[in-house]
């Protein structure tokens, strides 16, 4: 069954989250995300993101492996990592890599993420030209 309620439709009036000179950035193909903007978003909207505990195991294993191996001891794992909807009920880690293989390693089997839906990350797209690609790329994902 379809999930029309969630279908995506192109809004002129979109605003890429375009950075500015210090923004930490999540590039992944042609969709780039502005980390430092949804940080802002769920500090000053912090009861309309869910913050729950998530298995380290489930998404150590779909998360990206290529990490800095210096990094990692100077991370601070209490800190929540994001996820965000990256199709209709599938989240992926998009902050927080460093994070999340530390305490993998540490064999800590839980560690707090928030996670936006694609209603809440949607917003934080650095071009119009993702954007756009973004309303296929979901509204395809909401046919299979």
Excluded at 69 to 74: G, K
Excluded at 80 to 103: C, F, M, Q, S
Excluded at 114 to 131: I, N, R, V, W
Aim: with cysteine.
């Amino acid at each position: 069954m379809k999930k029309v309620a969630r279908k995506l439709k192109y809004k002129k009036d979109f605003e890429p989250a375009y950075a500015k000179a210090d923004d930490e950035m999540f590039p992944n193909g042609i969709f780039e995300f502005n980390i430092s903007r949804m940080i802002e978003f769920i500090r000053n909207n912090g009861g309309k993101v869910v913050l729950e505990d998530i298995s380290t195991e489930k998404y150590h294993i779909e998360a990206f492996s290529c990490v800095n191996e210096d990094h990692i001891e100077t991370v601070d794992i209490t800190k929540p990592i994001i996820l965000i909807e990256i199709k209709p009920e599938h989240y992926a880690v998009i902050d927080g890599h460093h994070r999340l293989e530390k305490a993998y390693r540490l064999g800590i089997e839980s560690i707090k993420a928030f996670k936006l839906t694609m209603e809440q990350h949607l917003h934080f797209l650095t071009s119009t030209k993702a954007y756009e690609a973004y309303i296929g790329y979901w509204n395809e994902k909401l046919d299979e």
